[in-house]
């Protein structure tokens, strides 16, 4: 798989940009706020149908369009090359009721012309994006790992997504059902048919995460130790809400990150729980939770308050590591990610790494630079081309971007 061709119109600052893209590396160079990190947000959002860093998608129109279109809009299409099949995705926003009226903007997304559903994008177009504001999953709320999981699992298994999506809206609806009890007797079997949706959705998802994250504490520990040359032994670890393993059946937390600091090896992970047991857990506990539930009018068990936990050699990466440190282990994750990726759909997906090189030391740059020369297709961001030695960039496709213009570039041209 690999993306041959991204067009963009009004999308940020790009007022027009048609770019064929080869396989192996490209080479975006740019000094600051030129349009880099714009770039693979275009790429992104025709990847996933959202933006991973606009709150809204106004945000993602370029001014000039609210302004001179007399009905303004922006689109991001682009090729994808499958198996010797072109597919073209593309996304269309457009402000409703033309220029100058306050409403909303309209989105259209159409995979070969015929218009689907945004969820319908995901798997398409596959990618692992690294952005430096991502050091926050590891560094950051529970909620930043959530949000990283889920984006993960959609672009690999679109029932996920859906239970996902369905679970969020269960989530609102039973909180408001809860409340609604607060000081009355409450109707069991509107209680019974809140607290099966929730089970229903929650144990896939729960499941899925289970799954994923012993995966994913693998393939971690393997790109960690390529990133670091072996400082530090790496793993992760799902913390789900749930207690999806009897406290008595547990080993104690210290006692483990001793275990582990002096003998890593053994460890040996949870074991994965069927979906049957993890339904059972999860019935039992709303049993238990019913009281305290209404009192607080929110549901207090369940995936949206899961969390993961990096820990290196038994220690807390959130809470221990330095800048450094955390930086390393989310970029570890992103590169297992696209190992994960492509054991899952059976093509690797793009990688977009903005501007990661500059935080790193010369060695792990080295290493970084190994690891991006063997997936099929990969697109950096840089401000500066010293941070590329000689020969790798020679082996890239290099470009520059200016006011949200880009320009083919030799290395030897400065
Ligand atoms: P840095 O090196 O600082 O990360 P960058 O090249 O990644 O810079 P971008 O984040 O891509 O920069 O942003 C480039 C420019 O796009 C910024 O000057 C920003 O103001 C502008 N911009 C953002 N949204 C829009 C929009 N909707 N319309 C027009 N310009 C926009
Ligand atoms: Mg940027």
Redesign the pocket.
């Known amino acids: 798989m690999y993306l041959q061709h991204i067009s963009l119109k ?5 007022l027009r940009l048609e770019l064929d893209l080869p396989q192996g590396v490209t080479v975006v160079q ?12 275009a790429i992104a959002y025709l990847a996933t149908g959202k933006s991973l860093r ?1 709150l809204t998608e ?8 609210f302004e001179q279109e007399p009905i303004p809009y ?1 689109e991001v299409a682009g090729d994808v090359l499958r198996d010797g099949i072109v597919t073209r995705l593309r996304i269309v926003l457009t402000q409703q009721g033309g220029r100058g009226s306050g409403s909303g903007l309209r989105k259209v997304v159409m995979i070969n012309g015929v218009r689907q559903r945004a969820i319908d994008l995901l798997g398409i177009l596959p990618i692992v994006l690294f952005l ?1 504001e991502d050091i926050s999953l590891v560094s950051g709320p529970p909620s930043a790992r959530r949000k990283y999981l889920n984006l993960l699992l959609c672009q690999i298994d679109r029932e996920y997504c859906s239970h996902l999506d369905a679970y969020t809206k269960v989530v609102t609806r039973r909180n408001a059902q809860l409340r609604s009890f607060q000081g009355k007797r409450p109707d069991p079997t509107l209680l019974a048919f809140w607290n099966d949706a929730l089970v229903e959705h929650g144990t896939y998802i729960i499941h899925r995460r289970q799954e994923i994250i012993a995966r994913l504490d693998e393939l971690v520990r393997e790109q960690h130790r390529i990133l670091t040359a072996g400082h530090g032994r790496l793993r992760v670890e799902y913390r789900p809400s749930l207690t999806l393993i009897p406290p008595s059946t547990q080993v104690p937390k210290a006692q483990l990150a001793l275990a582990l600091a002096k003998e890593p090896v053994a460890y040996t992970p949870p074991p994965i729980l069927p979906p049957h047991k993890i339904r059972k857990r999860f019935q039992e506990t709303l049993n238990t939770l019913q009281r305290e539930e209404i009192e607080a009018g929110a549901t207090l068990v369940g995936p949206h308050r899961d969390e993961m936990a990096f820990l290196l050699d038994g220690r807390d990466v959130r809470t221990f590591g330095s800048r450094g440190q955390q930086r390393t282990v989310a970029l570890a994750v992103k590169l297992a990610e696209v190992q994960l990726i492509e054991e899952a759909l059976g093509t690797s997906p793009l990688l977009l790494l ?2 990661v090189m500059s935080e790193l030391d010369e060695e792990r740059r080295a290493r970084v630079l190994h690891v991006v020369r063997q997936v099929p297709q990969a697109i950096l ?1 840089t ?1 500066d081309w010293d941070v590329f030695d000689a020969d790798f960039l020679a082996h890239a496709y290099c470009l520059q ?1 200016n ?2 213009i880009l320009t083919e570039k030799t290395p030897d041209t400065p």
Request: charged fraction near 25%.
């Open positions: 009004n999308f940020r600052n790009y740019g000094r600051n706020a030129q349009g880099k990190t714009n770039l693979l947000e606009a106004r945000e993602l129109v370029h001014w000039l369009a922006a430096p903005d501007d961001t401000t971007v006011e949200g």
